[in-house]
T-cell receptor
Framework: NAGVTQTPKFQVLKTGQSMTLQCAQDMNHEYMSWYRQDPGMGLRLIHYSVGAGITDQGEVPNGYNVSRSTTEDFPLRLLSAAPSQTSVYFC?????????????FGPGTRLTVL | LAKTTQPISMDSYEGQEVNITCSHNNIATNDYITWYQQFPSQGPRFIIQGYKTKVTNEVASLFIPADRKSSTLSLPRVSLSDTAVYYCLVGDRNQGGKLIFGQGTELSVKP
């Protein structure tokens, strides 16, 4: 199993550009989430999904859209990039069965907005 | 949503036992308490999880008092490679689904 994969690893955007960060998992996990981590800070939840077709907002959803058309994929779209969105973005997935909070994280996408 | 409070940083020496305490006064009945470890430039990694009393695995122990308003992560005999940020998280994916991380504790292990 590849686990949780994220592409690209690095990205530089200009203000106003849009792009999609890709996240995929091959563990058949129902739960997927996106976090951002600013330098020297903790993780903040952007959006999450408890299954295909179901998404909900986290702590900092403004400026981001998500969709969950399949169990495997959970892309994060930046609508109009701003310098404040410069951050490292982590995708995570987990099974819901059995409860608890164990999530598997991807390697991250490092985004710089100029 | 339950909010967690942890010390910002801690220092230790190799071979010592390290205890990191997390406060979560508003924990809900169904919430689990989970700890993650994060190294620089990597995603967080699950360490241990519990609901009540004590849980132990090959890496750490987790102590949860009866009122569940706090928890303590115990790392036995730390090494330099345990230098990382440790996050306490409370919640339950089956109850609303939001899993919110706190600010984390930066542990520095010195030789």
């Amino acid at each position: 199993n590849a686990g949780v994969t994220q592409t690209p690893k690095f990205q530089v955007l200009k203000t106003g550009q849009s792009m999609t960060l890709q996240c995929a998992q091959d563990m058949n996990h129902e739960y997927m989430s996106w976090y951002r981590q600013d330098p020297g800070m903790g993780l903040r939840l952007i959006h999450y999904s408890v299954g295909a077709g179901i998404t909900d907002q986290g702590e900092v959803p403004n400026g981001y859209n998500v969709s969950r058309s399949t169990t495997e994929d959970f892309p994060l779209r930046l609508l109009s990039a701003a310098p404040s969105q410069t951050s490292v973005y982590f995708c995570a997935s987990s099974t819901i069965a059995g409860g608890g909070n164990e999530q598997f994280f991807g390697p991250g996408t490092r985004l710089t907005v100029l | 949503l339950a909010k967690t409070t942890q010390p910002i940083s801690m220092d230790s020496y190799e071979g010592q036992e390290v205890n990191i305490t997390c406060s979560h006064n508003n924990i809900a009945t169904n919430d689990y308490i989970t700890w993650y470890q994060q190294f620089p430039s990597q995603g967080p990694r699950f360490i241990i999880q519990g609901y009540k009393t004590k849980v132990t695995n090959e890496v750490a122990s987790l102590f949860i008092p009866a009122d569940r308003k706090s928890s303590t992560l115990s790392l036995p005999r730390v090494s330099l490679s345990d230098t990382a940020v440790y996050y306490c998280l409370v919640g339950d994916r089956n109850q609303g689904g939001k899993l919110i991380f706190g600010q984390g504790t930066e542990l520095s292990v010195k030789p």
